[in-house]
T-cell receptor, first 116, second 111 residues
Framework: SAVISQKPSRDICQRGTSLTIQCQVDSQVTMMFWYRQQPGQSLTLIATANQGSEATYESGFVIDKFPISRPNLTFSTLTVSNMSPEDSSIYLC?????????????FGQGTRLTVV | ELKVEQNPLFLSMQEGKNYTIYCNYSTTSDRLYWYRQDPGKSLESLFVLLSNGAVKQEGRLMASLDTKARLSTLHITAAVHDLSATYFCAVEPSGTYKYIFGTGTRLKVLA
């Protein structure tokens, strides 16, 4: 199983600023994803981070607000741009590789963001 | 659009009682996952269900999957306080690793 580390684990940011969250996997993974969990809510998929190309965003999420990079098979970043209090959430990355009966995606510990 | 619904959303139960959480989804999928989340923490993987009729048990929790009915259940037997948490099911459209999460069930076990 892969171990996924996220940095920072938490942050408090001023509105109007941007924060970049890093996601590091300890082994190469084919797929990487970013999720958002707003307070008291479920997890919502933001986008698929594609290695070497633009991310694929889900409905309701746009690149200008959540630019994503994935320079290689073990690392990705998510930037939350021009933040407002509504962006206060937990952001999680996940990764998965291969395909078979016992494969599953793995999740980082999350980044708790508070925008004031 | 794939939708994943859980019920109940909130569950308060006495220790020693049994209860079932339901997870319904709206499209074909044969891969379903159950997670536990404690307040302020990330997700803890509980069960991976990869085929129709799959049943898995761990301690007081048992999960099952009926892909024809598009239904998974998480059964709690003789609940204890330590099971208090939020439980999520997640459905994976085949081969994508993209998880669509259910609404979550917040469980509180009363001593």
């Amino acid at each position: 199983s892969a171990v996924i580390s996220q940095k920072p684990s938490r942050d408090i940011c001023q509105r109007g600023t941007s924060l970049t969250i890093q996601c590091q996997v300890d082994s190469q993974v084919t797929m990487m994803f970013w999720y958002r969990q707003q307070p008291g809510q479920s997890l919502t998929l933001i986008a698929t981070a594609n290695q070497g190309s633009e991310a694929t965003y889900e409905s309701g999420f746009v690149i200008d607000k959540f630019p994503i990079s994935r320079p290689n098979l073990t690392f990705s970043t998510l930037t939350v741009s021009n933040m407002s209090p509504e962006d206060s959430s937990i952001y999680l990355c996940s990764g998965g590789s291969g395909w078979g009966m016992n494969t599953e995606a793995f999740f980082g510990q999350g980044t708790r963001l508070t925008v004031v | 659009e794939l939708k994943v619904e859980q019920n109940p959303l909130f569950l308060s139960m006495q220790e020693g009682k049994n209860y079932t959480i339901y997870c319904n989804y709206s499209t074909t999928s044969d891969r379903l996952y159950w997670y536990r989340q404690d307040p302020g923490k990330s997700l803890e993987s509980l069960f991976v269900l990869l085929s129709n009729g799959a049943v898995k048990q761990e301690g007081r929790l048992m999960a099952s999957l009926d892909t024809k009915a598009r239904l998974s259940t998480l059964h709690i037997t003789a609940a204890v306080h330590d099971l208090s948490a939020t439980y999520f099911c997640a459905v994976e459209p085949s081969g994508t690793y993209k998880y669509i999460f259910g609404t979550g069930t917040r469980l509180k076990v009363l001593a």
